[in-house]
């Protein structure tokens, strides 16, 4: 057996396989494209503050004046953040009460007369909201309504301080 005739028939085999695999330049920049978008997409929505790979409850809260606070501030437990706040709407119809919606992960369960304080989060002044938990047997569901609060500012503690 001649060896040169076995490595033309092994090479015409590979060309054969390669052009079987050969995937066209259309699909790399489709595969390459969805994989943008995908990526893009995720990172959207992280830079709000969602985790797309987590399951959440939202809480709602009616407050009159929210001073500083904005949809993805800090929700927080203890002073540990467990959720973010997601969306913030003023209610026409209701003396313009402005509606908090916040998620937490559905993991944590909240008595339905737990509180939603607005409270500052640091010296400078940006807002979070720390959920004060009730003694309710019941626990509030994804919707629901809590009791909603504010805490004090900076500025109208040290002024009630300083009044004679």
């Known amino acids: 057996m001649n060896p040169y005739i076995s490595v033309r028939n092994k090479t015409a085999k590979t060309n054969s396989i390669k052009q079987e695999m ?64 997601t969306s913030i709407t003023m209610d026409r119809n209701d003396s313009f009460r402005l509606t908090v919606g916040i998620t937490i992960p559905d993991d944590i369960k909240l008595p339905k007369n737990s509180i939603m304080k607005i409270v500052n989060n640091d010296m400078i002044g940006s807002k979070a909201i720390e959920i004060i938990f009730g003694n309710s047997t019941e626990f509030a569901g994804t919707g629901d309504f809590l009791v909603a609060e504010q805490d004090q500012g900076i500025a109208q503690a040290v002024s009630g301080v300083l009044e004679p």
């Open 22 to 85: 050969k995937i066209s330049k259309e699909t790399k920049v489709g595969i390459l494209t969805a994989t943008a978008i995908a990526i893009l997409a995720f990172g959207y929505n992280f830079m709000k503050g969602q985790d797309l790979f987590t399951t959440s409850n939202e809480y709602f809260g009616k407050y009159d004046r929210i001073e500083g606070l904005f949809k993805s501030n800090p929700v927080l437990i203890n002073g540990y953040k467990v959720g973010s706040v």
